[in-house]
């Protein structure tokens, strides 16, 4: 059983004060591991990365224990639309932003409410990806997801 | 003034390794630098009012075992809520949209709270122009 880990680091210098940020975070007991580069469409067209109707391709089994979401483009932006029961969430990354997702003690990996006290989360569900900004010309985009399919 | 450089990497140490690794520099005009303890009720981490900016990228971070959730305001009315396990981190971008929106808006203010008992949250929260 493999274990992921997350490192996170900031660094600079604002106004004269430094900022030197990192943080190691180990994953446990992880047995599945997705890894996809791509191009998202253009035209801000979505791609749809879903397991296909009886298979266990992973891109979007629920549950991920950790995931890193990426624009690994050079100048254009990249939408990805994270869906839930809830509805969408639109994460707009610029070249080389990236995003994290993580899994409550209990499961599910997000929510979305107009009720300010929820505190329950649940499973995504697909993952749409593609450039934001209309024009031609396909964007770069990476995604690390790793999980314990037995759980 | 100054740049920030914020690089992520995950990283797996299965037989044949694989990582992901992605980084990129926001051009910051301030920051804050705060740890606290949050009970069972959201309480504010941070705020872009006052700070001079009307976009932040921000990290929260749990020092502790406590797991806690974390509530991302943008419009006052639709919130979204990630979960941040014990010893977990997540970076929120500046602007996020959800459903009935169509492009993004500028995350306001993030609130959090423990599931049970008390979290201790470091929160670093980048003002950006």
Redesign the interface.
Known sequence: MANATLTLKIAGTVNDKTIAYTKTQTVDNVDTVIHRVGKATINSSLNTHVAPAGTQTPIAEQDHDIMLLANIDSRADVDFAITCSAGDLHIILEPGAFFIIQKADAGGNLNLSTTATTTTMVSTTSFDVGRYHLASGAAKFQMFGCYNYAS | ??????????????TTA???T????LD????T?TTQPVGTT?ELLAGTTDSGSQYMWT?V?NTGAQ?A?V?VNTDG?????????G?????I?A?????G?SA?VAVTDIRA?A?TGTSILRV?A?FVA
């Open positions: 003034m100054g740049l920030v450089t914020i690089t992520g990497t995950l990283a797996t140490d299965e694989r990582s992901m992605s980084s990129f520099i910051v005009i301030n920051f630098d959201y990290v971070e797991e959730v509530r009315t639709n919130y979204t809520f990630f979960p941040l396990p010893y977990a981190v997540i970076l971008p602007a996020i949209w959800t459903q929106g993004p709270r599931l670093i980048l």
